[in-house]
């Protein structure tokens, strides 16, 4: 299988909320992300519900490709 790389930029508050809840888990963050988009893939949707404004907030969060 090929691989990509992803790189972005994401407050620092949230990365170390989100690195250290994905520890408790036995997880590695990236190992949390990989998880993540197979679910997303596999439910050809997000995986949790959510709502229109959910979704506008995400975007208020400055996440960023680089």
Do not use: N
């Not at 930029?9 to 989100?18: K, L, R």
Request: hydrophobic share 40%; with cysteine.
């Amino acid at each position: 299988m090929s691989m990509t790389t992803m790189e972005f930029s994401i407050p620092t508050d949230i990365y170390e909320q989100a690195k250290d809840i994905c520890a408790s888990c036995g997880l590695t963050l990236e190992e949390a992300c990989v998880k993540f988009l197979e679910a997303t893939v596999a439910c050809r949707d997000l995986p949790f519900p959510y709502t229109q404004q959910d979704i506008e907030e995400a975007k208020s969060l400055g996440v960023k490709m680089i």
